[in-house]
């Protein structure tokens, strides 16, 4: 099976609905997704995105097939933003459509998880107060992606 991969890094939102009704067109039993939103709380006033381009549109870009190759998936979209963010916007989307929802879920649920620890993102956070500070990876994140490590479909 041969997976419709839709990778994109950019600074523009991007319609959620859209994204899923091109997966939900591909004929699929179920479509999956999951739709990150920058938190707020603790004085955050902005996060603040770098990426390589080039680099991490590969990047995902293997991410999104690596998921097409453990599951039967009809489709994958992987849509990152980078730039000055406020909290309550959408920061990524990860979907992906298969004939049954078991793989749809688990495929969505793969691909946040390596997004989240293989993409190279640059994440800093800037304060009301004027402080503000680089996001180091959490230890968290990458217990969950490397339960990925082993497991396969």
Same mark, same amino acid.
């Given at each position: 099976m041969s997976a419709a991969i839709l990778v994109r890094v950019? +600074? +523009?939102?991007?319609?959620?609905? +859209?994204?899923? #009704?091109r997966l939900e067109a591909l004929g699929g039993g179920g479509v999956a997704s999951f739709t990150g939103v920058v938190r707020g709380g603790g004085g955050l006033e902005a996060l603040e995105l770098e990426h390589h381009p080039g680099m991490t549109e590969a990047m995902m870009t293997r991410i999104a097939g690596e998921a #097409?190759?453990?599951?039967?998936l009809l489709g994958v979209t992987a849509i990152h933003r980078h730039g000055r963010l406020l909290p309550g916007q959408r920061i990524v989307l990860a979907a992906a459509a298969s004939p049954h929802r078991a793989a749809a879920l688990e495929a969505t649920s793969f691909l946040i998880d390596w997004l989240k620890t293989r993409a190279p993102f640059w994440k800093k956070e800037h304060f009301t107060d004027g402080a503000s500070r680089w996001v180091e990876a959490r230890a968290e994140d990458d217990a969950a992606a490397a339960r990925w490590e082993a497991k396969r479909a």
């Open positions: 950019q +600074a +523009a939102d991007f319609d959620v609905g +859209a994204e899923l #009704a #097409a190759a453990r599951w039967p």
